[in-house]
């Protein structure tokens, strides 16, 4: 269970599996699933995705409307 719950917006869905590091700020509108590992100091700004057997090491910022841990949406990627 994510042990720092103080900084994520309350518009955020973050599955209760998520491992959260220290002072990581989940912005409005973010969906963290239950595989998903933040390291430290990670910033999701609004509209974020993460989903996946996913981690984000420390002090990334990923902007809104990113999508991380899915298929590629170009479905001629190989």
């Known amino acids: ?8 917006h309350p518009s955020a869905i973050v599955e209760n599996e998520v491992n959260i590091g ?10 963290v699933g ?10 999701l700004h ?3 995705v993460a989903e996946g ?3 984000i090491g420390d002090d ?3 902007w809104p409307f990113a999508s ?6 170009d479905l ?3």
Do not use: A, W
């Not at 700020?25 to 973010?30: D, E, K, S």
């Not at 991380?68 to 949406?73: A, F, K, N, V």
């Open 1 to 8: 269970m994510p042990t720092n719950r103080k900084n994520i």
């Open 22 to 31: 220290e002072d990581c700020i989940v912005g409005p509108f973010c969906f």
């Open 68 to 73: 991380i841990g899915h298929q590629p949406q």
């Open 53 to 55: 057997n996913t981690i």
């Open 60 to 62: 990334t910022v990923v």
């Open 76 to 78: 001629k990627y190989r």
């Open 34 to 43: 239950k595989h998903v590992k933040l390291g430290r100091r990670v910033r």
């Open 46 to 48: 609004s509209h974020v």
